[in-house]
């Protein structure tokens, strides 16, 4: 995570710093004299305590700015006037500290916009892979029995490559099977984080697993190989599919 710091006192910014350390030492910290690289399309800090009154550009001006170049930074505004921040919910402020700084009060407000920040990362990782679901290929279109036919993928329990050709085995009732040629490295990169490559043979659609073991997995009523080196990695994707599927 990174924090910046930006106010015209080498002071101010050295007792922010200093408290910043005690709330995390893990915490990546710049520091900024002045507003102009706070405004910076290059600007990438998770959390920015920000001076209201500088030299130049000042703070409230540079937080709208901030927030122009489309930034979720988490930010605290740091004042000596306490009636400067009126206008800080203009900008989404997350809080404000007036010098001269309590350490409480100072500690108190950094550790919740380490949270706050915390939080921001998550929910933009959810909508990032929320829209990523909702660009995933949801059909395909083979080539098969000399008729061109669309797949749903999630209808796929399972693939193989047999004689040069992939064999779809559907989760239908009846165990309808599509062949077509093609190479399953193909399929693998369109299929989708809800299936796993469990072997180089094999592709595997997580919904349908059965049961598994470091040597099979069982879908539906055929069992599929599990390649040396790939139990760990299939136990991490099942894991995975069934916490999005609960949403945890």
Known sequence: ??????????????????????????????????????????????????????????????????????KKTVIVFVTAVEEQVYNAFDVGAFNFIVKPFKNNRLQEVLTGAVEQAKKQKYIDKTLSENEAEKNTIQSITVKTGGKTQRVILSEIAYAEVFDRRIVLHMADKDGTLISYYGKISDLARITGKNFFRVHRAYIINLAYVRSYDSKLVRIGDFDVPVARGKYQELVKAYLSYHTRREGL
Do not use: H, W
């Open 1 to 70: 995570m990174k924090l910046a710091i930006c106010d015209d006192e080498k002071q101010i910014r050295d007792i922010i710093a200093e408290t910043v350390r005690t709330v995390s030492d893990s915490i990546e910290i710049e520091f900024y004299s002045n507003a102009g690289g706070v405004m910076s399309d290059d600007f990438d800090a998770d959390i920015l305590l920000l001076d209201i009154q500088m030299p130049g550009t000042d703070g409230m001006t540079a937080a709208r700015q901030l927030r122009k170049n489309g």
